[in-house]
């Protein structure tokens, strides 16, 4: 109990209330709190959609050169007072002691204000406020604020017809944002309100007149899969509800956190204790909606760290555990598919090297088969056999039936390098193409040349060439020339003739065609990779220093496996030849592969 002092003596006091020293002080310091000017529209429209509107109108324009904003609802507009008329005084003088904290206490559900201070954010969108509503006689009233003066004023306002629920103007609008448009207006109450849109059946349309252009806000919609049968996460305050979709891993995605339906922070990640997967992610959009969450007055961009915050963290555990678990199979399905993806680069890329090199000696990779036309095409003066003239009747009748060449776009001889020995024959194939790739056959005329050395043709209008190399070592350049009505194309071949010797391949009968590959983890051991012949496999060792190097980008990654590649299938494809000999069949391969590599 405190005691009176005389004048001049020091306070007995040892207990007392706080009290605020400088009303308007404090006023205007709850008036500046809200620092995000959208973020005080949205609140200007969820009182329109806690006063039960089912429409709300928000325009963007100018009066008499002034920018301004006007949102209209056909809400239940501001209470009235014992009199009728609405209770603007009530409004303006009870500031902090919200109408709504009352109403949610006797039940009223989904009102989000609470803090009475909602109004006053206007002070950071313009400088005067105009607020009117209708009174029980039907006439129009009218409260009017300036930002910085601690007046307000209200009167009845001359219509013709007073419309039901309210209208707020705010205007001139600060310069700093007399740039927003219509279309970020409907970009943020999209997400922000998403679920209040939904819940409330409310259409919000803006009209930008300065635009001229209208716009719907619609609940935003998130991409991706929606994952179904996730953990409830409960409280003793309440459920959490959760509404998650996974996409592809963006940093751009994110899960907002949410209350009673109005977006709190954008980025649950940026709360304290969420830093973290899977809300890390970046495979996660969506809702975390915690009804029970205390946010901090003023901004409503923070959550206060209480009782209820702590027990909303521990609530998400199990969730977090089901969610690190899809994750953890999607990136397991995306890498599976980016080998799926790697093979399938790698093997097109060695069929296409197979083309360009001497088919002779890289037969054991079993590539040229039905695909190589010149294997069983009809050469000069050799009838097909019955067994390969049904096979090529075959091939050509689906092709026909799965494939249509298109137009010819481009060429190229094969092989397209070679080494031949003085005094002898070989054959070359020109291969044309449409854009998508496919063989072009219809409607080709072909011309053959040798365009550097002292070879001879036979056959130089045909598809297939016959080459006699001269009694000399040179360099030849073959050239040939496919055209298609008005289009034509070239390619050349390059042929080293030798009067060396030439180291005789070993013949190999295990064709089996491309092998496939998989990863065997061996961190710290040396070996890059291996052939398992059984399994017709080469395995690469992604635990070898050399590969997580490489892994930091796609196309890196891709030429080494592509070279672990040539380097088995050259040792296993050469048995017998010397180590110079198997670099040098190694620098060929890797040369005519890793041009078609993409």
């Given at each position: ?244 979709y996974l996409g592809e891993p963006n940093s751009e995605n994110h899960v907002g956190l949410y209350r009673s339906g109005t977006r709190v922070i954008e980025r649950l990640t940026d709360i304290e204790g969420m830093a973290k997967p899977p809300w890390s992610s970046g495979y996660l959009q969506g809702v975390v909606d915690a009804p029970f969450l205390h946010l901090t007055p003023g901004t409503r961009l923070g959550v206060i760290q209480d009782e209820a915050y702590v027990d909303f963290l521990d609530a998400l555990a199990p969730l977090e ?278």
């Amino acid at each position: 109990m405190s005691k009176n002092n005389s004048p001049g003596q020091p306070s007995n006091e040892t207990s007392g209330k706080l009290r605020i020293g400088d009303h308007w002080n404090a006023i205007s310091i709850i008036a500046l709190s809200q620092s995000n000017p959208l973020k005080a529209v949205a609140e200007f429209v969820e009182n329109s959609i806690d006063a039960h509107a089912q429409t709300v109108t928000i325009i963007r324009g100018k009066e008499k050169g002034q920018p301004y904003l006007r949102i209209l609802d056909d809400g239940n507009g501001v209470p009235t007072d014992e009199h009728g008329v609405p209770d603007f005084k009530y409004v303006a003088t009870h500031i902090c002691d919200s109408i709504k904290r009352e109403m949610k206490a006797h039940g009223e559900q989904g009102l989000q204000g609470e803090f009475g201070i909602g109004l006053l954010s206007f002070w950071t969108v313009g400088e005067e406020l105009s607020m009117v509503s209708t009174g029980k006689d039907g006439k129009s009233y009218e409260m009017r604020m300036s930002k910085g003066d601690p007046s307000y004023h209200f009167a009845p306002r001359r219509t013709l017809v007073a419309d039901r629920g309210t209208q707020l103007t705010i205007k001139p609008l600060l310069p700093g944002i007399r740039h927003f448009s219509g279309e970020k207006l409907q970009w943020y109450l999209a997400s922000e309100l998403r679920d209040r849109i939904r819940n409330s059946g409310v259409e919000i349309r803006i009209i930008d007149r300065q635009a001229r252009a209208e716009y719907l806000v619609e609940p935003q919609a998130f991409s991706g899969r929606q994952l179904p049968h996730l953990p409830q996460p409960t409280t003793r305050h309440g459920d959490i509800y959760v509404e998650l979709y996974l996409g592809e891993p963006n940093s751009e995605n994110h899960v907002g956190l949410y209350r009673s339906g109005t977006r709190v922070i954008e980025r649950l990640t940026d709360i304290e204790g969420m830093a973290k997967p899977p809300w890390s992610s970046g495979y996660l959009q969506g809702v975390v909606d915690a009804p029970f969450l205390h946010l901090t007055p003023g901004t409503r961009l923070g959550v206060i760290q209480d009782e209820a915050y702590v027990d909303f963290l521990d609530a998400l555990a199990p969730l977090e555990a089901a969610l690190d678990e899809i994750i953890a199979e999607q990136k397991q399905a995306e890498q599976d598919e980016v080998n799926r993806d790697t093979l399938r680069s790698i093997q097109r890329a060695f069929k296409e090297a197979m083309l360009a090199l001497p088919e002779e000696e890289y037969d054991w990779f079993e590539v040229y088969g039905v695909a190589n036309r010149g294997k069983h095409a009809k050469r000069p003066g050799t009838p097909l056999t019955d067994s390969a003239a049904s096979q090529a009747n075959e091939v050509r009748e689906q092709k026909s039936f799965f494939e249509h060449a298109g137009p010819l776009n481009s060429v190229r001889v094969s092989p397209s390098t070679c080494v031949v020995p003085v005094r002898e024959q070989k054959t070359f194939r020109a291969v044309p193409r449409d854009r998508a790739g496919r063989l072009v056959e219809d409607g080709l005329r072909f011309r053959w040349e040798v365009a550097e050395g002292r070879a001879t043709l036979e056959d130089d209008d045909k598809e297939i060439v016959t080459l006699t190399t001269s009694d000399d070592p040179e360099l030849v350049r073959l050239r040939v020339t496919v055209g298609q009505e008005r289009a034509e194309y070239t390619a050349e071949a390059l042929i080293t003739v030798t009067d060396s010797l030439l180291p005789e391949k070993p013949k190999s009968n295990d064709q089996r065609g491309l092998p496939d590959y998989t990863f065997q983890k061996a961190p710290g051991e040396l070996w890059r990779s291996r052939y398992d012949t059984d399994n017709n496999l080469v395995i690469v060792n992604n635990g070898h220093r050399d590969f997580v190097y490489a892994s930091r980008q796609k196309t890196l990654k891709l030429r080494y496996v592509c070279r672990l590649f040539a380097k088995e299938l050259v040792f296993h494809n050469f048995p017998g030849y010397s180590p110079e000999q198997l670099l040098e069949r190694m620098i060929e391969l890797s040369l005519y592969t890793e041009e078609n590599l993409r």
